[in-house]
């Protein structure tokens, strides 16, 4: 991923913030829906667990990276109402189940399958969240060095890319610390890494 992506998924200083309405809102695991691709707000993502597995295979990820991700991302309500709500209130709000922003999606799509798709669908289909996220996560693996120092394994260091971009991604790689959003998102990446791996094995 280019350096001028290098914040295109979730803002420098962290994620977009919420407004009053917050994820923690509507309590209780909604339903499934007769559509698999259409989101419910504050949706466990377990729910997406076939095409997370799915498109992480195709992208040659860890399908456990690509599930733990959405839970760290589902810290914000993906109704579509409510994303394109907030978007006028902050017109550079990430969209989708992944939380991505409209340069991310831009870039990752270019000569794949989902090239004719548009950012502006993200809220409305998750597959092609899940499927966009997938294959950001794998153009990060290209940048990542042979070797890196610190304690981080792969998975961890594509992860903080994800958040912090893959400038940061690579000088975390080099032995940079990490601000406390980026060190934040990581402990919840931790936390999240065996419930993602209990949700995969409802694909």
């Known amino acids: 991923m280019a350096a001028a992506v290098v914040c295109?998924?979730?803002?420098?200083?962290?994620?977009?913030?919420?407004?009053?309405?917050?994820?923690?809102?509507?309590?209780g695991t909604p339903s499934p829906?007769?559509?698999?691709?259409?989101?419910?707000?504050?949706?466990?993502?377990?729910?997406?667990a076939a095409p997370v597995a799915k498109y992480a295979a195709q992208a040659g990820i860890h399908p456990q990276l690509?599930?733990?991700?959405?839970?760290?991302?589902?810290?914000k309500p993906h109704d579509p109402d409510f994303q394109r709500a907030w978007q006028k209130i902050k017109p550079d709000a990430a969209f989708g189940i992944a939380n991505m922003h409209k340069a991310?999606?831009?870039?990752?799509?270019q000569g794949r399958d989902f090239a004719h798709r548009d950012w502006q669908e993200l809220?409305?289909?998750?597959?092609l969240a899940v499927e966009a996220a997938a294959w950001f996560l794998?153009?990060?693996?290209?940048?990542?060095?042979?070797?890196w120092s610190g304690s981080y394994t792969k998975d961890e260091l594509l992860a903080l890319g994800y958040n912090a971009g893959g400038g940061n991604m690579a000088a975390f790689a080099r032995g940079a610390?990490?601000?406390?959003?980026?060190?934040?998102?990581?402990?919840?990446?931790?936390?999240?890494?065996?419930?993602?791996?209990?949700?995969?094995?409802?694909?």
Do not use: I
């Open 8 to 27: 295109a998924l979730t803002s420098c200083s962290g994620h977009d913030p919420a407004p009053a309405s917050s994820p923690a809102a509507g309590a």
């Open 33 to 48: 829906s007769a559509d698999p691709g259409k989101p419910r707000a504050n949706e466990d993502p377990s729910h997406y």
């Open 66 to 75: 690509l599930m733990a991700v959405l839970y760290n991302e589902s810290y």
């Open 104 to 109: 991310a999606f831009d870039e990752t799509k």
């Open 123 to 127: 809220p409305d289909d998750t597959n």
């Open 138 to 147: 794998h153009d990060l693996a290209g940048q990542l060095p042979d070797h």
């Open 177 to 203: 610390k990490p601000g406390a959003d980026a060190q934040t998102y990581l402990d919840r990446l931790r936390t999240n890494w065996s419930t993602a791996a209990a949700a995969l094995k409802k694909s």
